[in-house]
C-alpha cells in the first residue's frame, strides 16, 4: 500500500499519516499454523515478489549516479571548503583585516596576520583556517562584512596535506580566473539578498 | 580401453573444467548485473565496457591475494576443504550431457565424459559429498560464525536431500533408467512427452530442494551475510575462498541441468534445435536463482527443516505412491 508521510505534523492522532498495521495473532494450534502455511503458500505473495523486481528490470529506471563522470548539483547554501573572494572591479582582495571572522570562529581555527601597508591601507599578509579543527558552521561567511570569506561548493578534499586547502593563496580568487569572469558569487550564508542593489543609495564620489 | 578413448576422455574433462570456470566467473557478472537492474542500480560499470572486464579483475584479485592460514585452525582440513567443494562439483558433472551427441570432422563426439548407468544417482551423490566442503571447512575455522554455518549445512543437508531423492523417484520409476541419456530420450518425443507434465509435483519439488542444495536464497542459510557473516568463509582468503565460489556457480549450473534434463525434455531429439532449447532452459534455470535472490527473503533454518520434513517430504512420498498405483493399473 503506498502512503504518503505527511512530514510537517509527527504527531500521532486521527488525521495524520499515521496508522496501525493490521497484525494477527499468532497461531497456536498445530491446526492453524498448518491452515496460516497453506494460506501464505497459495496466496501467490512471492510472485508478487518476482513480478516486482522483474517489472524494475524491464521498466530499465536506473537511479545510479556514475559519481566522478556524474555529479548531483548540491544546493546554494552548502558549507564546503572556504573561499576569499575579491572586488570584481578592481581586483582588490575583499578582506578589509577586520578580524570578525577570527573572533567568531567557534571552533578558534581562523589565523590572520595584518599590517598597514604604504598606501595607510590594512593589508592580510596572512590568512590560514585549520581544517582539521573547523567544523564548517558558516558563522565566518555569516559574520564577514564584506562578503570575502565565503564557502565554496568543493567537496571533494583529497589532497596530501589538509592545509592544501586552506592558507591564503589556496583560497584567495585567482586575478586571471577574475578577469575570465569566473568568481562565483556566494549565494549561502550572510550573502547579499536577492534585488539589494535597489536597495542601496549611491555615495558620490566627487564633491 | 584404447589411447584414442583416453585421449579423447580428457579432453572432454579440460573442456568441461574451462567452460565451467569460466561460466562460474561470467555467472558472478550476471548475479552482479541482474541484481542490480532488478534494484534499480547499473552493477559494475568501469571494469571494461559495461564492466564486463569486472571478472578478469576479480580473478587477478583472488589469485593474487595472500593465502592467509589463521593460527588456531586445523591446517590440512582447512586447507583441504574448499578443495572439496570445487572438485565435487566438477566431478558431478562427468555423467551429465551438456549437448547432444554431434560429428565433427567425421568424428562422432559425445559431449558427456562417462555415460553411466546409474548417472544421475551419480550426480547426486558427488554433489552431495560436495557438502564436505562447507562442513569441514566451517568446523576447522576456529570461528563461530563459521562453526554455526557448518552446523547449519549438515542440518539442512539431511532435510533436502530426503526430497531430492524422494522426488526423483517418480519419474525414474516412470523412466526406468538412472541414465540422464536414458531419462533424456524417454523425452524426445517433444514438448508433449516432457516429464513435468506427468509429474508436476516431483518437478516443484526437485526444483526447491535445488535452491537449499546449491545454498541460494531462499535457503541460503549456510553462508547468511547479515547473520553469520560468510559462514565457512569467513576465515578464507584468495583462491581458496575463490574455489568455495566457483564450486558454488559450478554447482547452480549443473543443477540447472539436471532439472533441464529430468524435467524438460533435455536435449529432445538431438537436433541443434534441441541443443539450443536445452541452453535455453538452462539459462532460464540459472536465471530464476538470481531472480528469486533479488525479490525473497532468506528464511530461517528451522523453518526450512520444518518445510523439508513436515511438507514437502510428505508430498514427495504421496507422489512416490500415486505414480506407483498409476503405473500399477
Ligand atoms: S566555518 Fe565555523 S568553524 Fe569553520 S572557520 Fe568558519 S567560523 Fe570557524
Ligand atoms: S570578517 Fe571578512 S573582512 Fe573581516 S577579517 Fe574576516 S574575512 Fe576579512
Known amino acids: 500500500m503506498h502512503h504518503e508521510e505527511v512530514f510537517t505534523d509527527r504527531n500521532v492522532n486521527e488525521s495524520s499519516a499515521y496508522y496501525y498495521v493490521d497484525i494477527e495473532n499468532y497461531p497456536t494450534t498445530g491446526w492453524d499454523k498448518f491452515k496460516q502455511v497453506v494460506k501464505r503458500t497459495f496466496s501467490g505473495e512471492l510472485f508478487v515478489g518476482l513480478w516486482v523486481v522483474m517489472r524494475e528490470m524491464i521498466k530499465f529506471d536506473i537511479h545510479t549516479v556514475q559519481y566522478p563522470m556524474e555529479k548531483l548539483p548540491i544546493g546554494p547554501r552548502y558549507r564546503a571548503v572556504h573561499k576569499l573572494l575579491r572586488l570584481w572591479e578592481s581586483g582588490y582582495e575583499r578582506c578589509i583585516g577586520c578580524g570578525l571572522c577570527e573572533k567568531i570562529c567557534i571552533s578558534d581555527c581562523i589565523r590572520m596576520d595584518t599590517r598597514i601597508d604604504e598606501n595607510s591601507r590594512k593589508e592580510v599578509t596572512e590568512y590560514s583556517i585549520n581544517l582539521g579543527r573547523c567544523i564548517f558552521c558558516g558563522y565566518c561567511a555569516e559574520v564577514c562584512p564584506e562578503l570575502a570569506i565565503v564557502h565554496g561548493q568543493r567537496y571533494e578534499n583529497a589532497s596530501e596535506q589538509r592545509a592544501h586547502f586552506v592558507i591564503k593563496d589556496d583560497m584567495l580568487t585567482p586575478l586571471d580566473m577574475l578577469k575570465a569572469g569566473q568568481q562565483a558569487e556566494y549565494p549561502g550564508f550572510g550573502a547579499i539578498i536577492p534585488g539589494s542593489d535597489e536597495s542601496v543609495k549611491k555615495t558620490p564620489l566627487a564633491y | ?329
Not at chain 2, 526437485?206 to 569467513?234: K, M, Q, S
Not at chain 2, 529432445?268 to 535472490?293: C, E, M, N, P, Y
Not at chain 2, 511438507?311 to 500415486?322: C, F, H, S, T
Request: contains cysteine; proline residues 5%; hydrophobic residues 60%.
Open chain 2, 1 to 329: 580401453m584404447d589411447v584414442a578413448f583416453i585421449i579423447e576422455t580428457i579432453a572432454k574433462i579440460v573442456v568441461i573444467l574451462l567452460i565451467f570456470s569460466a561460466l562460474a566467473g561470467l555467472g558472478t557478472y550476471f548475479e552482479r548485473k541482474v541484481l542490480a537492474f532488478m534494484q534499480r542500480r547499473l552493477g559494475p560499470m568501469h571494469v571494461g565496457p559495461y564492466g564486463l572486464l569486472q571478472v578478469a579483475a576479480d580473478g587477478i584479485k583472488l589469485f593474487t591475494k595472500e593465502d592467509i592460514v589463521p593460527q588456531n585452525v586445523v591446517k590440512p582440513i582447512f586447507k583441504i576443504a574448499p578443495v572439496i567443494t570445487a572438485a565435487t562439483a566438477f566431478m558431478a558433472s562427468a555423467a551429465i550431457p551438456f549437448w547432444p551427441q554431434f560429428t565433427a570432422f567425421g568424428y562422432t563426439v559425445h559431449p558427456i565424459v562417462a555415460d553411466i548407468n546409474v548417472g544421475i544417482l551419480y550426480v547426486l551423490g558427488i554433489m552431495a559429498i560436495g557438502l564436505y566442503g562447507p562442513l569441514l571447512g566451517g568446523m576447522a575455522s576456529a570461528n563461530k560464525w563459521s562453526l554455526i554455518s557448518a552446523a547449519r549445512s549438515a542440518a539442512i543437508f539431511i532435510s533436502y536431500e530426503v526430497i531430492t531423492g524422494l522426488a526423483l523417484l517418480a519419474p525414474l520409476m516412470m523412466v526406468g533408467s538412472l541414465s540422464l541419456i536414458d531419462i533424456n530420450n524417454y523425452q524426445a518425443g517433444g514438448i508433449t512427452h516432457w516429464i513435468v507434465w506427468s509429474q508436476p509435483v516431483a518437478f516443484v519439488l526437485f526444483w526447491i530442494a535445488a535452491f537449499a542444495e546449491t545454498g541460494r536464497t531462499p535457503f541460503h542459510l549456510v553462508a547468511n551475510d547479515h547473520e553469520i557473516i560468510d559462514g565457512f568463509g569467513t576465515e578464507y582468503s584468495g583462491m581458496r575462498w575463490g574455489m568455495f565460489f566457483i564450486g558454488e556457480y559450478a554447482n547452480m549450473f549443473f543443477i540447472s541441468f539436471v532439472i533441464s534434463i529430468v524435467f524438460l525434455g533435455g536435449f529432445g531429439d538431438g537436433t541443434i534445435a534441441g541443443a539450443v532449447q536445452l541452453l535455453l532452459k538452462v539459462s532460464f534455470f540459472f536465471f530464476f536463482f538470481l531472480w528469486t535472490r533479488a525479490a525473497w527473503p532468506d528464511i530461517r533454518p528451522d523453518q526450512l527443516m520444518w518445510l523439508c520434513w513436515k511438507v514437502l517430504m510428505p508430498i514427495a512420498v504421496l507422489n512416490v505412491v500415486a505414480t506407483g498405483i498409476v503405473m500399477m493399473f
